[in-house]
């Protein structure tokens, strides 16, 4: 019985085998923390996509109201800052710029130039 053993072969993995799979599960592994860090930081394009559709939102809203003043505003867990300037080059031309900051990181700014016709 003892002989029937000793005649055997034993099957083993070469050196050569686990390199090839330790090189594959790295790449794997790599491929996968890129993709992982990709998604972490585009994880802020929601939020800046809010700022932009709200900040052109309080622009029209300026426009229509014809409120051409300088204003803060708190909207969705966003800061607004929104000023208002006579431009150089016309009477009653204005610059508009709306800055949008979350956690005093500057996500948006809306700059224009608007016309006050009533002037």
């Given at each position: 019985?003892?002989?029937?053993?000793?005649?055997?072969?034993l099957k083993a993995v070469s050196i050569i085998e686990s390199l090839v799979a330790l090189?594959?599960?790295?790449?794997t592994f790599g491929v996968g923390m890129m993709v992982y860090f990709n998604v972490l930081t585009n994880s802020a394009i929601p939020v800046r996509i809010k700022a932009i559709i709200i900040a052109e939102k309080v622009a029209h809203q300026?426009?229509?109201d014809k409120?051409?003043?300088?204003?803060?505003?708190?909207?969705?867990?966003?800061?607004?800052?929104?000023?208002?300037?006579?431009?150089?080059?016309?009477?009653s031309i204005y610059w508009l710029n709306i800055e949008v900051y979350q956690n005093k990181k500057l996500l948006y700014n809306y700059k224009e130039l608007i016309t006050n016709s009533e002037e």
């Open positions: 019985m003892v002989r029937l053993i000793l005649n055997k072969k090189v594959i599960l790295s790449i300026t426009k229509v409120r051409y003043l300088n204003e803060r505003l708190n909207i969705q867990n966003l800061h607004f800052n929104k000023t208002v300037k006579k431009y150089n080059y016309g009477e």
